[in-house]
């Protein structure tokens, strides 16, 4: 069965230094893998995604994610933190396992960004 | 030029009613869902339809009833409302077909119902 695991509950970065937070995933078939954010308050959005295609994928809002099937991974990263992207940061999983195909989502990363 | 819109934000009632959240959106997919995130952030899918027809529900109290009046809309009805019960109920949507093999298993979320019960 599909299965995603976010590696860290919290992540604290300051403004202007990288930030990583990582994801490791499960699944039998070739997946899916989703990254969407979640500002408080608010909806979610989607911020990328991997389909089979480049093994890098470029998001919104200068985040990118990539997909090394031999670490079973999909780790977000962006060079350069921003105030405003403090969120919760959820990686997600297409389970493609059953007749209905539905979305495996993480626990959850919450990054908090310091002045 | 909203693409998923929830109706109401807010939602504040007492245990033993009955409520409705009501779900839109104006993307022309085919395929609608309702989530819960609990207090703890964790979003678990509910139900899914896609084109009127319910293809998932997961393990949801009866309580819980899904009604799909077309394409555009998915509503959610909540019978004799528990404590348990309050949370963030998202409903999203997505261009996939079952059964015609188009699936982009990519969702578009509204932003939220948040259900408080007293």
């Known amino acids: 069965a599909q299965s995603v695991t976010q590696l860290d509950s919290h992540v604290s970065v300051s403004e202007g230094t990288p930030v990583l937070l990582r994801c490791n995933y499960s699944s039998s078939y070739s997946p899916s893998l989703f990254w969407y954010v979640q500002h408080p308050n608010k909806g979610l959005q989607l911020l990328l995604k991997y389909t089979s295609a480049a093994t890098l994928v470029k998001g919104i809002n200068g985040f990118e994610a990539e997909f090394k099937k031999s670490e079973t991974s999909f780790h977000l990263t962006k060079p350069s933190a921003h105030m405003s992207d403090a969120a919760e940061y959820f990686c997600v999983v297409s389970d493609r396992s059953g007749n209905n195909r539905k979305l495996i989502w993480g626990l959850g990363t919450s990054l908090a960004v310091n002045p | 030029d909203t693409a998923v819109s929830q109706t109401p934000k807010y939602l504040v009632t007492q245990m033993g009613n009955d409520k409705s959240i009501k779900c839109e959106q104006n993307?022309?997919?085919?395929?609608m869902y309702w989530y819960k995130q609990d207090s703890k952030k964790f979003l678990k899918i509910m139900f899914s339809?896609?084109?009127?027809?319910l293809i998932i529900n997961e393990t949801v109290p009866n309580r819980f009833s899904p009604k799909s009046p077309d394409k555009a809309h998915l509503n959610l009805h909540i019978n004799s409302l528990e404590l348990g019960d309050s949370a963030v109920y998202f409903c999203?949507?997505?261009?996939?077909?079952w059964g015609v093999g188009l699936n982009t298993d990519t969702q578009y979320f509204g932003p939220g119902t948040r259900l408080t019960v007293l």
């Open positions: 999203a949507s997505s261009q996939d077909r």
């Open positions: 993307l022309g997919h085919d395929t």
């Open positions: 339809y896609n084109n009127k027809e």
